[in-house]
């Protein structure tokens, strides 16, 4: 039996397929499209869906879409009318593509993809939790769903157990984890739904000097974890932005412009709200525990990419195991949708081992074989150097000590918004210049942003506090502490960006300035390959850790064909870039001729 999910039409949409309960595709829009977080409907990403699994739409049986269109215009309807005359610009804006599309998805779904079959619907955080639970290592477990909202809710807890999911309690809109976080992103001048990891990043240069006027003006928190937003700063429910005049008042001043210099307040502000987002995230897994009495926990929407606020719920021993779709946000709920169908309504079981998960590394995307990318670089006159695959993490394990900054193109495409080794950047970890290096000549993102490392998973413990895999690098832990160097007086006494150059431990380059850093364990079973260079680079330099960051620059999506790399590496002051088992040096390049089309070049759409 063939399950097509599908998420579209707000951001980030996505498509999965499982064959008789079995993930077995499953890409962004945006890796094909090429238009970063991309909503429209996900017409290439089904495509490829299909075609990996040799198929046709006309072999699908169900197509799942990851929430209910009817019940998310209501809660719009609702809102403009609890809010008018005041959300009548909003209301104008949005109401033409509902009218349009929207609320005629079954016949959209259906003239799309010339599919006449059976098209279901489950609810926004259904299809969250279903992500989070079915793919999980585990029989029986409780979960949590934060995000911005679905249809009305915005936080949901329940349980899985074998192949159901039951929700207990949610949150409805407008009360949001993900909107008072996006109203801060949106308040310290970066993009609202993908700005929020630079919130995250920003936080620890700054003091949590205005959480207790979070908590005592914009939000009502309880024990549980529940909490009410007071509505008077907001302008989301209503409005085109974030926040408004009473919010600019209650924190001093305007929003900041997008692009101008970050100060210290922006700093503090990251650090606050991220402390609160937290305390909500504590207290609920808490609560949850509680009431539930599971020892697994499992976490999905936009919220769980907060691997921050998760590696306090692992730090805090709440519950001895976690596990966290690795594509959290909406994108997720495409593969979410398809399992909802397959165990909840069609009543199928779940095979689990307790041990390994069902996602498969997340490497679910496009793969490219050795002689389509042969094809590529000889049509295009590039020199490369073909080595076997055994030789491989010796050649790279070298490049790396030599401090080059490498491109690795390998295998499927990851799913979701993390490089896992396969579309990954990567370069030594040891050095201290590698961070500013790779941010300002590679990424030409700003120098605040703190890379994450790839470690090997039987070694993890060795380098950071922590006990567990952490494959999806979405667990945040400190770097060991006899690795740390512990700060000079005078170096304490910094403040904000000045912190940022400080040597902090003997892997500086991965090392955030409060001593953490974004895990991905990297396994044998799931990247032999990454695996093996990295076990070289170990062998050879005493090193298992590497920096590992997105194969992309700022405001693209991670690369996904031979060519799109290939152009990010001819952008970029990278030295080298492995395709497959091709290996490409930039001095042997043509020079980069400014003028060229590279879109028109390599016919990218």
Not at 5 to 33: C, N, T, W
Not at 508 to 524: E, L, M, N, W
């Amino acid at each position: 039996m063939n399950i097509l999910g599908i998420s579209a039409f707000y951001h980030d949409s996505a498509a999965a397929l499982i064959v008789d309960g079995k993930i077995i595709s499953a890409a962004q829009e945006e890796r094909f499209s090429r238009k970063k977080h991309d909503h429209r409907f996900p017409k290439n990403a089904i495509q490829f869906c299909l075609e990996e699994a040799n198929i046709s739409i006309a072999d699908i049986d169900f197509v799942a879409f990851y929430d209910k269109p009817f019940l998310k215009f209501e809660r719009i309807l609702e809102t403009y009318l609890t809010y008018a005359p005041k959300g009548i610009k909003s209301f104008i804006k949005a109401m033409p593509i509902w009218i349009k599309e929207k609320l005629w998805l079954k016949e959209v779904i259906g003239s799309e993809l010339n599919y006449n079959g059976k098209i279901l619907f489950p609810e926004h955080h259904q299809s969250h939790a279903a992500s989070a639970f079915y793919p999980s290592p585990f029989e029986d477990a409780a979960f949590i769903t934060f995000d911005g909202v679905g249809e009305w809710t915005t936080t949901s807890i329940g349980v899985g157990e074998n192949n159901k999911i039951k929700i207990l309690a949610d949150i409805k809109f407008p009360h949001s984890l993900g909107l008072l976080y996006s109203a801060f992103t949106y308040y310290t001048g970066f993009k609202v739904n993908s700005g929020e990891y630079k919130i995250m990043g920003l936080a620890p240069y700054g003091e949590p000097k205005y959480v207790d006027l979070i908590l005592n003006e914009l939000m009502d928190l309880k024990e549980d974890g529940s909490f009410k937003l007071n509505m008077k700063y907001f302008n989301f429910a209503a409005g085109l932005t974030m926040t408004n005049s009473k919010f600019d008042k209650l924190f001093g001043g305007k929003p900041r412009k997008p692009e101008s210099d970050l100060t210290q307040r922006e700093m503090d502000l990251a650090r606050s709200v991220q402390d609160v987002t937290e305390l909500v995230m504590l207290r609920t897994a808490e609560h949850v525990k509680k009431i539930t009495g599971k020892k697994n926990l499992c976490l999905a929407g936009g919220v769980a990419l907060n691997c921050v606020g998760n590696g306090k719920i692992l730090q805090e021993k709440i519950f001895d195991n976690i596990w966290i779709q690795p594509a959290a946000g909406d994108a997720g709920g495409a593969l979410g949708a398809a399992l909802f169908i397959w165990h909840q309504y069609l009543a199928n079981q779940r095979k689990v081992n307790g041990k390994s998960d069902s996602q498969q590394g997340s490497y679910l995307g496009q793969k490219f074989e050795k002689e389509e990318i042969k094809e590529f670089l000889n049509s295009k006159s590039i020199n490369y150097k073909e080595y076997r695959e055994e030789e491989i993490p010796t050649v790279i394990a070298k490049l790396l000590n030599e401090e080059k900054v490498i491109g690795w193109f390998n295998g499927r495409a990851e799913f979701g918004p993390r490089a896992l080794g396969n579309r990954s950047i990567i370069g030594d970890a040891r050095s201290q210049k590698m961070q500013s290096i790779m941010n300002l000549k590679i990424k030409f993102r700003e120098s605040f942003r703190p890379f994450a490392p790839s470690v090997l998973e039987e070694k993890v413990s060795d380098y950071f506090e922590i006990d567990v895999a952490s494959p999806y690098m979405l667990l945040v832990a400190d770097v060991k502490r006899n690795r740390q160097k512990r700060m000079s007086e005078t170096e304490k006494k910094l403040f904000g960006i000045e912190k940022l150059n400080i040597k902090r431990s003997d892997i500086p380059a991965i090392t955030h300035v409060d001593y953490s850093a974004r895990i991905q364990t990297v396994s044998k079973e799931t990247n032999p390959l990454y695996h093996a260079t990295i076990s070289k680079f170990d062998e050879l330099y005493g090193s298992a850790v590497i920096v590992n960051t997105s194969f992309n620059v700022r405001g693209e999506p991670i690369v996904n064909r031979p060519e799109e790399a290939y152009t990010c590496f001819m952008r970029t002051d990278m030295d080298y870039l492995l395709l497959g088992n091709l290996l490409l040096d930039k001095n042997d390049m043509k020079k980069l001729d400014k003028d060229i089309d590279w879109k028109k070049e390599f016919e990218l759409d």
